[in-house]
């Protein structure tokens, strides 16, 4: 069993639509939650981060951890044609002992105008 | 700054070669890993280090070792290249462990890696 667990997609949805993007995980001991963003051609970007269970909002960017449930996910609001990209999440457990990072396979996200 | 360095950009191996992957910072940072991307695929952990002298294997370490003898330099070294190793490349750094930090992994440009 992977570790870490994204649908690849792709998803495509209308300009203005709020998008869901989920992961799931099998390790218990993640405490830390990173969503990335990656265009064409270029190395991915941090988006949001999130340590434990709960939620973080920026701007139009939600994220929201289920530690209970080994899910997380992430909303974007108002879409935008610039948010076209593949979104990766990545976790760990984050002691200086164990700072593997682990990403997800990716979901590929197409915002039309 | 000029962040995380990678070289080289693209380069084309024959099946058998041998090959490193250069990784520079300059961020001072002790965390250093490194990555690949199959086409479509999210990031697979190769080789992670936390330190200069400290290296660790990720998920896909097979067919690669790393070495850290500086802070600022993680090179990635590809013996008996095979074509299931054509990938793109990223090297990546944190300044150290994820408590108290922002989570942000800096990554450099990529290295694209042919096996033919």
């Known amino acids: 069993q992977k570790e870490v667990e994204q649908d690849p997609g792709p998803l495509s949805v209308p300009e203005g639509a709020i998008v869901s993007l989920n992961c799931t995980y099998s390790?218990?001991?993640?405490?830390?939650f990173m969503w990335y963003r990656q265009y064409s051609r270029k190395g991915p970007e941090l988006l949001m981060y999130?340590?434990?269970?709960g939620n973080k909002e920026d701007g139009r960017f939600t994220a929201q951890v289920d530690k209970s449930s080994k899910y997380i996910s992430l909303f974007i609001r108002d879409s935008q044609p610039s948010d076209s990209a593949t979104y990766l999440c990545a976790m760990s457990r984050g002691y200086s002992s164990a700072s593997k990072i682990i990403f997800g396979s990716g979901t590929r996200l197409s915002i039309r105008p | 700054n000029a962040g995380v360095t990678q070289t080289p950009k693209f380069r084309i191996l024959k099946i058998g070669q041998s090959m490193t992957l250069q990784c520079t910072q300059d961020?001072?940072?002790?965390?250093m890993y490194w990555y690949r991307q199959d086409p479509g695929m999210g990031l697979k952990l190769i080789y992670y280090?936390?330190?200069?002298?400290?290296?660790d294997k990720g998920e896909v370490p097979n067919g690669y070792n790393v070495s850290r003898s500086t802070t600022e330099d993680f090179p990635l070294r590809l013996e008996l290249a095979a074509p299931s190793q054509t990938s793109v490349y990223f090297c990546a750094s944190i300044r150290s462990g994820l408590a108290g930090n922002t989570g942000e992994l800096f990554f450099g440009e990529g290295s694209r890696l042919t096996v033919l």
């Open positions: 390790n218990s001991a993640f405490q830390y």
């Open positions: 999130t340590y434990s269970s």
């Open positions: 961020m001072n940072h002790n965390y």
């Open positions: 280090s936390v330190g200069a002298g400290i290296t």
